[in-house]
């Protein structure tokens, strides 16, 4: 296989879903982490407009380039047309 990623859509939906944009961001980071660590070349995350945790994916993906090695980040873009 050469290359392997995911898009991710992300938990976090309203506060009565028991997960704060905390636990979204901090988990989003441990998965790309573990998905570097078993090889995956490729981590995409989508970007929620109305949803202030993941309205600006670069702070994530910064965080998400500070803790792997080898894993490329990036944007995922959803049309729903």
Not at 11 to 30: F, R
Not at 38 to 45: D, E, H, P, T, Y
Not at 68 to 76: A, D, L, S
């Amino acid at each position: 296989m050469k290359s392997f990623g995911f898009l991710s859509f992300g938990h976090y939906g309203a506060p009565a879903s028991g997960y704060t944009a905390k636990d979204m961001l901090t988990q989003a980071i441990d998965l790309s982490v573990a998905a570097d660590e078993l090889g995956v070349n490729g981590a995409s995350f989508r970007v929620h407009h109305f949803a202030r945790q993941a309205a600006s994916p670069f702070p994530l993906l910064s965080a998400i380039a500070a803790r792997t090695r080898r894993i490329e980040v990036g944007t995922g873009v959803i049309d729903l047309r």
